[in-house]
């Protein structure tokens, strides 16, 4: 512990973590308000789990970055791509830093759901995914492969931490009205969700049926793509990612 000090730069002239923010060492490195020391803790160690388990899949060094647990109060001076504060609740991976940073609420907005043992976990894996993802460069794809990567990723801690989702899986709506591919923005933020949480589901049963296997072949896929990817390689690259009877598989899925 200590004083944030300059561990993350300024930029623009605009101080990006209050001056009171402590620092918790760890493979990611938490900045948290000095009121939120508990919560920064179980965040901290939900980020070590995740760094190894995707060093570990991937076989890769975790990408440098830091962990911002921000207190409401100081969420609209939080760094961030955009000119305007993101809503309040929402976590994100930031770039506008050095080392880059992903930007945690002190309480989720309610929005995220279902509420279980697995909802922060998971958001905090899916954002530590994008961290991972986005330390190569990555060309633009569909919304929903970019979003299935960090999902099948934090399932696939999950499973490496023992962390059942079963519980979780079976709160979330299976059949909203979209499949991940047709939800067409400007969605809400429930649909959103159900987005992400229609992608949770097909991305488990991905794991179960092609194993950890199928997460690393996806984030190389990504990473070795150069053009931008349209929705037909997109299915492509998830195919080639499943491997044998992915096409048969993919198929047969309602979420897809
Ligand atoms: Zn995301």
Request: aromatic share 8%; charged share 25%; hydrophobic share 45%.
């Amino acid at each position: 512990m200590g004083r944030a000090g300059s561990a993350v730069e300024v930029q623009e002239g605009r101080a990006v973590t209050p001056a009171d923010y402590r620092v918790l060492d760890g493979d990611v490195p938490v900045l948290y308000a000095p009121r939120l020391g508990a919560k920064a803790l179980e965040v901290r160690d939900y980020l070590g789990e995740g760094c190894m388990a995707l060093s570990g899949m991937l076989s890769v060094e975790p990408p440098g970055i830091s962990a911002l647990l921000v207190a409401d109060e100081d969420w609209k001076d939080a760094p961030r791509d955009n000119a305007r504060p993101y809503p309040p609740g929402f976590p994100y991976f930031t770039r506008s830093v050095e080392p880059p940073a992903l930007v945690l609420p002190e309480e989720l907005s309610p929005v995220f759901g279902p509420r279980t043992a697995a909802t922060l976990p998971l958001t905090c894996w899916h954002e530590l995914a994008h961290a991972f993802l986005l330390a190569r460069e990555v060309v633009k794809s569909p919304a929903w492969l970019g979003e299935l990567v960090p999902q099948a990723a934090s399932a696939a801690i999950a499973g490496r931490a023992h962390l059942s989702l079963e519980d979780h899986q079976l709160q979330v709506d299976r059949e909203p009205e979209f499949t991940v591919r047709n939800l067409r923005g400007p969605a809400g933020v429930r649909d959103q969700m159900s987005f992400q949480n229609l992608l949770l589901v097909l991305a488990s049963a991905a794991l179960e049926e092609f194993g950890e296997d199928f997460l690393r072949r996806l984030f190389y896929g990504l990473w070795e793509e150069g053009e931008i990817v349209d929705e037909e390689r997109a299915e492509e690259l998830l195919v080639d990612a499943l491997g044998p009877g992915g096409r048969e598989w993919l198929a047969s899925r309602p979420e897809f």
